[in-house]
């Protein structure tokens, strides 16, 4: 948190959260326990070990920077982590563990990414993957009261192909027009390594999906290779010119005229994830390239992108630092969260009922 704490008004303001990857919510202390209730050997000997690696800032563009002897890379870390997750429960615990934190942390909605291919490739079946979310959808709406429309990701570095036959194994499980859906998830996205693999390559899982009622997303990861090409081609390209309905990241934007403005015309709003991108930007750097986006008229709202792997630093305390750094007021903060409303595809009901409770927000300073 460079220092910050986290105020009293942050913690209390009503949150939604439409970029979170669930497994990168995986705690070192729900992986120690999965690892030993499952039998799968870790590579530390201790749990004070195995929460120390951690605290690591890992390598996150091994492709444009190099490797960094004895520095995991980011997807290294985050898939090793999943090797725990074998069974229902066990996606089942990881989808409650967030939710429940999510009660704690004030946010009423959220809209977690997800995949199979990861899971499936370790030979764990999808059902396990998708009841276990499915329950937890379930039940936290029940026991918490923290309502969820979930994200099936296609991830970008596998053939194209093969995340379109996932989708199929998972489309029973989706809402939209699926005749006989679970309603598990209500859109499709892109996770995992961008380097080299632009949007347009997914167009036809994008057109799939559609045809099947769901909404699409898609992330244009910041600092990427060729990062503003794909930008652009969420923005005028994809799901046949009609563009992206929101981008994840993409705060490689305020770069160019010609992308911001289209935001701004297309109504397409931005995921941004700011301690995700503070661990290798400068504070005078990160902080009015997001202002300037507020300023010009881009939509926005704040997340956490994958916590436990970014030094904990959750949804609180991402707004916390935009509400510091920014310089915003508390004014300004219910209107970020109010994007999050109204970026979100929550039910009118769900909407409304955040919206009122935002509107009773003191914002006298």
Known sequence: MNGLAISPFIQSLPKVELHIHIEGTLTPALRWKLAKRNNVPLAYATYEE???????????????????????????????GCEVLKTEDDFYELAMAYLERCKAMNVRYVEPFFDIQAHTRRGVPAEAVLNGYLRAQSDSAKQNGVHSNWIFCFLRDEPVADGVAAYEVARPWAAGS??????????????????????????EAFQRAKADGLHVTMHCDFGQKDTHSHVHEAIFSVCGGQGSERIDHGLDAEDQEALWQGLVDRGIGLTLCPHAYHRRTATEVLFPKIKRLWERGVKICINSDDPTYMHDVWVDGNMQKVYTYCGFGKAEMVQLA????EMSWASEQIKQAICEELARVDISD
């Open 178 to 203: 699926v005749p006989g859906g679970k309603g598990l998830f209500h859109a499709v996205g892109l996770a995992s390594n961008a380097y080299e693999r632009p949007p347009m390559l997914f167009e």
């Open 50 to 80: 195995l929460v120390a690696s951690y605290a690591v800032t890992l390598n996150h563009r091994p492709e444009l920077n190099g490797h960094q002897p004895g520095i995991p890379t980011f997807l290294e870390a985050y898939f090793a």
């Open 338 to 341: 109010k994007n999050g409303v």
